[in-house]
């Protein structure tokens, strides 16, 4: 049985290679965390040592690290959560769906380690978490960047999507975890994938390889909701999108795994007329992967330097 060796901090100079950035030698960031509620901490990548500009929420079943290149790319002062559940935080008291719950647990983080961070920016479930956000702390978010996601759920866009996460709970070997993951991921690069899965998946005792995320499924809350209720609750965040008061990004990716339609970006426009919004090509729902440097040009353009 081979054991595949692991250092999160060692892939920056590939991250910056597939991108095409210029590297000099390894950036600054530490993982730190934060009790944030008796006996629960949440885990997080913090970039440079000065005092935060930006912080990001990642998706649903990813990590703190899908944000590697981007920020390289930005190349400023930032933080990089991971959600309850997901990557090195501590998960099971609530559903990772709960948008609100988890809100709070970031709420909690962010007066720790990025209390005057300039914009907030999340994907997928880590943008729902940002308007959630909005709604439990607006005065911890001055700027909403949200990448592909609206609280409209399209089932059919989503699909793909779903059927990854809800796949096998385990993988016999790395071989078979990297097949499955380049069969739904068409648009990203094989090494870029590699490194994704390291990242997000633990090696066993016995060789196999589960998902981080996937650790927490039985500990999770008893009943899980059921998807008309997810959508629902989703829905409901239409409100604190209509009552915003600070700016508004939404990166959309132009690519058939994009989870946002044109029904959607209508509405969100509807509700916060002075919305900016942005439409990349060559990117699918995961347009931190997808097109990392155009992201982090968008983002540095909606959030000046300080």
Do not use: C
Not at 183 to 192: F, G, K, L, V
Not at 277 to 284: I, K, L
């Amino acid at each position: 049985m081979e054991r595949v060796p692991y250092d999160e901090f060692a892939y920056f100079a590939d991250n910056a290679a597939e991108a095409g950035l210029p590297y000099s030698g390894p950036p600054t960031v530490e993982r730190t965390s934060v009790e944030v509620r008796p006996g629960f901490r949440l885990s997080a990548l913090v970039w440079s040592t000065r005092r935060p500009e930006l912080l990001f929420l990642h998706g649903g079943s990813q990590n703190a690290h899908t944000w590697d290149t981007v920020a390289l790319a930005l190349d400023r002062p930032l933080v990089a959560i991971d959600l309850p559940g997901h990557g090195h935080s501590d998960g099971g008291d609530h559903s990772m769906l709960a948008v609100e719950d988890n809100a709070r647990d970031v709420a909690a983080a962010v007066r720790v380690l990025a209390p005057d961070a300039d914009a907030v920016v999340g994907m997928s479930l880590g943008g729902l978490t940002t308007l959630a956000l909005a709604g439990v702390a607006p005065e911890l978010v001055r700027r909403v960047g949200l990448v592909d996601v609206l609280p409209a759920i399209v089932p059919d866009k989503a699909k793909m999507i779903s059927d990854f996460v809800n796949g096998p709970p385990s993988f016999p070997d790395f071989d078979a975890i990297l097949a499955r993951t380049i069969q739904y991921n068409p648009t990203r690069s094989e090494s870029s994938l590699r490194r994704g899965i390291l990242h997000n998946a633990v090696q066993l005792e016995d060789g196999s390889w589960v998902w981080r995320h996937a650790r927490h499924r039985e500990a999770e809350a008893p009943t899980a909701p059921e998807p008309a209720d997810v959508a629902q609750r989703f829905e409901r965040l239409w409100s604190v999108v209509s009552g915003l008061t600070v700016p508004l990004m939404l990166v959309r990716g132009m690519e058939a795994q994009s989870v946002i339609d044109d029904d959607g970006e209508a509405e969100l426009l509807r509700r916060q007329p002075t919305a900016r919004v942005e439409h990349v090509a060559g990117a699918g729902h995961s347009v931190q992967g997808d097109q990392p440097v155009e992201l982090a040009r968008l983002i540095a353009d909606f959030v000046p330097p300080r």
